[in-house]
């Protein structure tokens, strides 16, 4: 097993709508593992979905048997870019009649900054042939991947842990308990940071740990 330390760094605004409060679409600090694993080339999305469903068990779940992971990524070094932007009218037919109120027809998107650093791992069988620039966001937005290191695992342990990177709690085993950690919420699940965890982990060269057993994982109903 190999853990590839990764590292993101900007190059265009990066915008998703992790919150939205009225007319502000907010792009949050953290970048969840599903969108990485799309980005990365991992899963590829129908191009035309009539449904406009997200599809996350059917693409990510085939990863398991390829022994692939890819954790959600770390913000380093992050900054923000407030733009505003206007709503188009794609009718075709108007009828012009008075309106009696004043119908806004703009947004504001919070976006993540060009030169916004970011650090992940890829969890995976073997050493993962990686792209040097990937895109991801609503606006496809490219950014720079830079691998920074690659480790084994050094052993299989049980015992309090702390996990290196942020979790998706979905995608833990029954083997892991979460004991403490910081809430990240995002849709479409909230992660979590600085996580206490209790359970089978892999310690790894570095000295680092991770869960055992991670794998995309999703409830069923």
Known sequence: MHVTRCRLVLQENLFYATREIGRLYETGRYLHNYGLTYALGYAVAPYFNASAVPRYAEDLTPLNDQQVYVTPARPIEVSFDLNTFKYAD??????????????????????????????????????????????LGKWMSKAALQVLDQCGVKERARGGFTCRWPVNPLDLSADVAVLTYDLISMPPVSLLDNVQLSGWYLLLSDGSCVPDGLAYRFPTG
């Open 90 to 135: 794609n009718r075709y037919r108007v009828k012009m009649e008075p309106s009696g109120r004043n119908t806004p027809t703009f947004g504001r998107a919070k976006e993540l900054a060009v030169g916004s650093v970011f650090e992940f791992a890829i969890i995976s069988d073997s050493v993962p042939l990686l792209p040097r620039w990937i895109r």
